[in-house]
């Protein structure tokens, strides 16, 4: 497909801006761009098709089934947009008097209450703009509060080796140290190796729990309780809260401070790097040390605060509001009883697929999982050369996403299937039904494996040319 540049002609001209309502002020000469701009031309239907072109270059939730392990690729319903879009919430400015945005600070307070009541933390801030976002602020607010208590020396973190890479590579941007600890053989946290591994300089433990392969911890309160013991403070991954949320609290798990995937399990459409919000919840200890602009309801009136001991901000103005706003929709609408069976619809459909499935493919962890599981292709490799990356390009051809491949990284050929809540059985049957077509065709022709997909809209790259020799520029012939 053309790009816009491409599509432009000479002579076309849409007058789109609205006249500008504030004083003009001329740039000083030494400021003025030396060469015209290269700005597309085109009439406005060729605009309109350039986009929609795009779009059906692209594959959503709306288009498919896409269960993206690990993403929680949701569907979102439209009410949340409608919510996001209204006058009144998208027309506000970040600078406005504090007193004409009463009704959009509540939006903070009342998303903060309910989210304080699904994880059992004491404050949230809306402040991170995404999960890695969130870790990193988590991990700062660790540092001082063991900074402030006299505990510098405190800096060591202790990551699972089936951590979300986001993980270990926050703790390296607040400058503190990761120490890796590896899983039992049921992919759960190794109590042995974590009783060693805590001590003087333990800072904290960052865990998903459920873990990236889907497998809840039954540990978790012996686990959360050697850290304490050991001085540290337990930070819980929260991005799959898909499978827990309205069942069971972080809260109540032992632990301290937790980021939320808004975008994820909260519904907000992702993928692409729209924005995101990456919620922080912490208990009372933590909570001096919020970032900036932690709103605080006086009476009648909702004002910005800075805590105590605040970090500072992390981000400009107030975080990604349209998407707390979603979250906020999303919450409000579904109820208390919507959020748990969410939850449960998760790890129901999960479950299913999972049954459908192990008889052909290899399951490392148990006959039973969360919200997501991990299937093994290393057996179908060894048997017939199929790698995941041959499956996933595969199942591009049954216009269904694959799901997601070589995570995590302590399972061999990985893929990590996550089927959304709301998909229904026939939708989940047809998957199993490619899942284990191809599974066959593997074994009668794995030759023709190599060529797919053949009917989606690009069809095999050459991957390593990709990540290698990326081309994002485009050269105008003309300067
Ligand atoms: C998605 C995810 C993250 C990172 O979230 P981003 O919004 O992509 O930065 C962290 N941990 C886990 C377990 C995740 O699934």
Do not use: W
Request: charged share 20%.
């Amino acid at each position: 497909m053309k790009l816009i540049f491409e599509r432009s002609a000479e002579g076309y001209y849409n007058e789109m801006i609205s006249p500008c309502d504030v004083p003009t002020i001329a740039l000083p000469d030494e400021m003025k761009r030396k060469k015209t701009l290269h700005l597309p031309s085109l009439p406005q239907p060729e605009i309109s098709r350039h986009y929609t072109e795009l779009a059906n270059a692209t594959f959503g939730i709306n288009d498919g089934f896409y269960p993206l392990g690990s993403c929680t690729m949701k569907y979102n319903p439209k009410i949340n947009d409608e919510m996001a879009t209204y006058p009144a919430f998208a027309s506000i400015h970040p600078l406005q008097p504090e007193h004409t945005v009463q009704g959009s600070l509540e939006v903070f307070t009342m998303a903060e209450s309910l989210l304080k009541e699904i994880t059992g933390m004491n404050a949230i801030t809306f402040q991170p703009a995404a999960g890695a976002h969130g870790e990193f602020t988590s991990l700062l607010m660790i540092k001082a509060y063991h900074e402030r208590n006299g505990q510098p020396q405190r800096n060591k973190i202790i990551v699972p080796d089936s951590a979300h890479g986001t993980n270990p590579a926050s703790v390296a941007m607040t400058g503190m140290t990761t120490v890796n600890i590896p899983s039992d053989k049921y992919g759960c946290v190794d109590i042995e190796a974590l009783k060693e591994a805590v001590g003087e300089d333990t800072a904290g433990l960052m865990l998903t729990n459920p873990n990236t392969a889907g497998i809840f911890d039954k540990n978790i309160l012996e686990i959360t309780k050697i850290v304490h013991d050991a001085g540290g403070l337990n930070y819980y991954d929260g991005a799959n809260l898909n499978a827990i949320m309205g069942v069971a609290r972080p809260g109540d798990m032992g632990f301290d401070i937790i980021h939320l995937n808004l975008h994820k399990t909260f519904s907000t459409p992702h993928g692409g790097g729209g924005p995101g919000s990456g919620a922080v919840g912490c208990k009372a200890i933590l909570k001096p040390f919020l970032p900036n602009y932690y709103p605080v309801k006086n009476g009648d009136k909702i004002t910005f605060t800075e805590p105590e001991h605040s970090i500072g901000m992390v981000k400009g103005f107030y975080g990604q509001f349209s998407v707390f706003l979603r979250a906020l929709t999303y919450i409000l609408f579904l109820g208390s009883e919507g959020i748990s069976s969410a939850s449960k619809g998760a790890v129901l459909n999960a479950n299913y697929m999972l049954h459908e499935l192990k008889d052909i493919f290899e399951v490392p962890y148990g006959e039973t999982c969360m919200h997501e599981f991990v299937i093994s292709l290393d057996k179908l490799k060894k048997e017939t050369g199929i790698t995941a990356l041959d499956m996933a390009k595969g199942i591009l051809d049954y216009k269904m996403y694959p799901p997601t491949m070589y995570f995590p990284l302590t399972v061999p050929e990985a893929l990590m299937i996550e089927p959304p809540e709301t998909e229904s059985k026939e939708r989940m049957d047809d998957a199993i039904k490619v899942y284990r077509k191809l599974y066959e065709a593997a074994h009668k022709n794995p030759e023709a494996f190599h060529e797919y997909p053949l009917h989606a809209q690009i069809h095999r790259v050459d991957e390593v040319r990709a990540a290698r020799h990326p081309i994002v520029r485009y050269d105008f012939k003309t300067e």
